[in-house]
């Protein structure tokens, strides 16, 4: 079979990206040049631009690819039936839980972690965006179960907030290698911190009705 065309410029475009990340991760996002990157790929400065218009613009394809990554693992159970709300929150919070330990997730976080403050000052990143609020698909979720009565009516952007905060505390924690037992067993965290959420959260009595069958609207793209 033939190779595409542009098979070597998706490589080229493909290192790049891999390379500024590690970069990125390693030195922070104002620490890292184009320069640097170019080296780490092998080619000339100059021919970076030939894929990305600066160091902004690859950031920016950065954040979008995991944007696109996100929308992946979450929009299936934004837009499924839902027959139990503590499966759906579980298998949610296992979901994200393994999306934060993926490598490429871990740089990224890195990079938020050392720079997050100073790229939003800057006007380079939504910073609470980035840290949980507007996550369409994740709000689509609590939406439906509130809707649905699973849960208590309240915000969906409360609920999400809620629900995510002790996910990304965890993320914090797993990041120092801190010697916990829930770091150590992340499902067991995930299952105690959904029964916890349900505790302040589920409706005291759910209307009779069949499970729902539906599907949700599609889950819309985070701007």
Request: aromatic share 6%.
């Amino acid at each position: 079979m033939a190779r595409p065309k542009n098979a070597d410029g998706q490589r080229t475009r493909q290192a790049i990206l891999d390379a500024a990340l590690d970069l990125f991760a390693e030195k922070g996002f104002f620490g890292t040049s184009l320069r640097d990157v170019a080296a780490v790929v092998g080619v000339r400065e100059s021919a970076l631009y030939n894929y990305f218009a600066g160091k902004d613009a690859l950031f920016d394809a950065l954040l979008a690819a995991h944007q696109h990554s996100k929308l992946e693992r979450l929009t299936p159970l934004a837009e499924g039936p839902i027959t139990d709300a503590g499966a759906l929150l579980q298998q949610l919070a296992n979901t994200t839980l393994e999306g934060f330990v993926a490598p490429r997730e871990q740089k990224l976080f890195r990079i938020l972690m050392s720079d997050g403050i100073r790229l939003a000052k800057v006007g380079r990143l939504n910073l609470a965006e980035r840290m949980g609020h507007g996550r369409q698909p994740l709000h689509d979720i609590m939406r439906r179960l509130t809707q649905e009565g699973w849960l208590r009516p309240a915000d969906a952007t409360v609920l999400a907030m809620a629900f995510l905060s002790p996910l990304i505390v965890w993320r914090q924690l797993h990041a120092i290698d801190a010697d916990l037992p829930m770091i150590k067993n992340p499902r067991a965290f995930a299952r105690q911190h959904v029964e916890q959420f349900l505790l302040g959260a589920a409706a005291s009595k759910r209307a009779a009705r069949k499970p729902s069958t539906r599907k949700a609207a599609p889950a819309r793209r985070a701007s």
